[in-house]
């Protein structure tokens, strides 16, 4: 009869002890999964690169993008369930697991891309989120870059000192003219007192400016006329040398695509739709079905609802190409290789193509002229240091540091005519 009870409270306690000390491991486990998120700098850069290039389309570290905010997501989730779910989201949705089925129909039934890591891999991208978790961004300021516009910091300042000299000279020419002019007028008034002037004194002081007899002089005609020649002369070679010369072009595109939305805003990689720059001659322009690894979730856009973003739907249904209008366009005879350039020679975007993540619509923002090419093949340096192909180039150079361009042959004609 006794011990009934006991055996009862003793089992109800062993449980209750065995589940404290489950809730114990696993919070224990959760935690300590914080610290087995690697923080080795290396690790981090390279967990940076992989999520730059694969996640960052989707998922940013603090809100929620396509994907949701992944700051904490080591603490959130169990390892080993990240490391699934990111090889193969579909996968572990399909295993029934309910948390991945809740967070699928949340997000409109969005599919996640499967990804071919290793769980070493996966390791170092949260490694970043954690890195940046733990130290959240401060608002990044933009610097403008020195080559973005060809103006130098020094040639601004310059230009700067050089308008304030002028702004000066100006104001003291304006206070040289009214002080003659007053001191002018004194002398006159004082003269007009005096009586022992001739008549021909008489009639210089009293003399007046006469505008008439300045405007119909011929020294002003002839001034006048040269001046206006030589203006509409300027003008003229101004006009040929634009001849084929398309610099600010830009044209109205059948889809209102704004890059300020997707590259700035929302910052997504150039490479992601641009995906020939770093292996191909062209860059490409993406096809309505890369459009659609987003927009078959995103149906309204903030600035133009529907409106534009429907069109995407009707290309993909009448299965036809949506004809964009090519902004940079160079003549047939010549030859102009992106990978070189941006690839090997690791120019960025914007050096060629300026502010594009700030333009609604895309315009030409270089001349592209060979004067251009020329002009930066005379002045840029090789990037010889993370290419081994220019190992043996160096070694017989006198000055390495001094290999433009121009040096490995950059300004042949043939180099860039068929
Ligand atoms: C095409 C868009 C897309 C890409 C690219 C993408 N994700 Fe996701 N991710 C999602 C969506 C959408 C979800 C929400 C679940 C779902 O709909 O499948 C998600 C969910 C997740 C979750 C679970 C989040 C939570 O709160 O539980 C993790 C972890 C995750 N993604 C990691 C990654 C990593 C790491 C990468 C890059 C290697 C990546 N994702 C790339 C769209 C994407
Ligand atoms: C050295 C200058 C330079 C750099 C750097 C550069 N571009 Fe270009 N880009 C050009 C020129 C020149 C053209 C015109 C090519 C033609 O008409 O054959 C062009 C054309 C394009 C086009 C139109 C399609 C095509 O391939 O002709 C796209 C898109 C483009 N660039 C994107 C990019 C992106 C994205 C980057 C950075 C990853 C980049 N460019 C870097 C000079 C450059
Ligand atoms: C990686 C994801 C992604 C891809 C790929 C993508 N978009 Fe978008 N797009 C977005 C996001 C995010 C928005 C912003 C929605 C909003 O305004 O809230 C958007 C908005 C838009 C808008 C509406 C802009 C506005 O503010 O009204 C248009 C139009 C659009 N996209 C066209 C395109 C076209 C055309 C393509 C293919 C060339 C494309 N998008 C590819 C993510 C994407
Ligand atoms: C979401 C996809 C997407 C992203 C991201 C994107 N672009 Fe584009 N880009 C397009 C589309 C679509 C066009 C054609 C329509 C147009 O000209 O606006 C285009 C056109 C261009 C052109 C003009 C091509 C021509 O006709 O000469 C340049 C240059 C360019 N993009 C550069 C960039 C750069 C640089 C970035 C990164 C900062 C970038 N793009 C990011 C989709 C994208
Ligand atoms: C902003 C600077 C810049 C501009 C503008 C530029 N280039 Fe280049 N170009 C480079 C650099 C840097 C390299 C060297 C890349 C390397 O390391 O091979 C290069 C290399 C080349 C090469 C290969 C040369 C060789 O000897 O292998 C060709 C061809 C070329 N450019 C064509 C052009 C054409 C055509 C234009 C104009 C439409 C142009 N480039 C505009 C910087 C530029
Ligand atoms: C770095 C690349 C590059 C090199 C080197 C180069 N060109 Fe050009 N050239 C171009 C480009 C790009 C154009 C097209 C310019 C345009 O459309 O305005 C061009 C245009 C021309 C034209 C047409 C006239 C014009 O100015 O539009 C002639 C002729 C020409 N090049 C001759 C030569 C000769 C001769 C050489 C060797 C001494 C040479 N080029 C070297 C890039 C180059």
Request: a negative charge.
């Amino acid at each position: 009869m006794y011990q009934m009870p006991l055996k009862i409270s003793l089992k109800n306690s062993a449980v209750l002890l065995v589940s404290f000390f489950l809730f114990i491991v696993s919070f224990d486990k959760l935690y300590a999964q914080a610290e087995a998120v690697p923080a080795d700098p290396d690790v981090i850069a390279a967990g940076e690169k992989l999520f730059k290039q694969n996640c960052v389309v989707c998922h940013k570290i603090q809100e929620k993008l396509i994907g949701p905010g992944l700051a904490n997501i080591y603490e959130r989730r169990d390892i080993a369930w990240i490391q699934a779910f990111v090889k193969n989201s579909q996968k572990v949705i399909q295993s029934g697991d309910t948390y991945a089925v809740d967070l699928y129909e949340e997000y409109d039934r969005t599919m996640m891309t499967p990804f071919d890591f290793s769980d070493e891999e996966i390791l170092s991208v949260l490694a970043y989120i954690k890195d940046q978790t733990d130290n959240p961004p401060e608002a990044v300021v933009i610097s403008k870059e020195a080559g973005d516009t060809g103006v130098t910091a020094e040639q601004e300042l310059f230009a700067r000192y050089m308008n304030f000299i002028l702004g000066g000279l100006i104001i003291t020419l304006i206070l040289m003219v009214v002080v003659l002019v007053i001191m002018s007028s004194v002398l006159r008034m004082f003269l007009r007192t005096r009586s022992d002037l001739d008549e021909a004194d008489r009639e210089i002081v009293s003399q007046r400016f006469n505008l008439l007899a300045l405007l119909q002089s011929r020294a002003f005609i002839g001034f006048m006329a040269f001046i206006f020649t030589a203006i509409a002369f300027k003008t003229v070679i101004d006009q040929l040398y634009e001849i084929g010369v398309q610099q600010g072009y830009a044209p109205e595109q059948p889809i209102a695509f704004s890059h300020k939305v997707h590259a700035g805003e929302y910052e997504i990689d150039c490479n992601y739709c641009h995906t020939g720059v770093m292996k191909s001659k062209n860059a490409n322009i993406p096809s309505p079905n890369l459009c659609m690894n987003c927009h078959s979730s995103i149906t309204e856009g903030v600035n133009t609802g529907t409106k534009e973003i429907s069109k995407i739907y009707a290309a993909i249904e009448e299965n036809r190409p949506i004809e964009w209008v090519r902004v940079h366009n160079l003549p047939d005879f010549a030859y102009f290789n992106h990978s070189q350039h941006v690839n090997v020679g690791k120019l960025e975007c914007a050096t060629c193509h300026g502010p594009i993540e700030e333009m609604d619509v895309v315009r030409q923002h270089s001349l592209l002229t060979m004067g251009w090419c020329v002009d930066c093949h005379r002045t840029t340096k090789v990037n010889t240091k993370d290419n081994a192909y220019y190992d043996k180039l160096v070694e017989f150079h006198d000055s390495p540091d001094m290999m433009t361009v121009e040096s490995i042959g950059g300004l042949e004609c043939a180099k860039c005519h068929y």
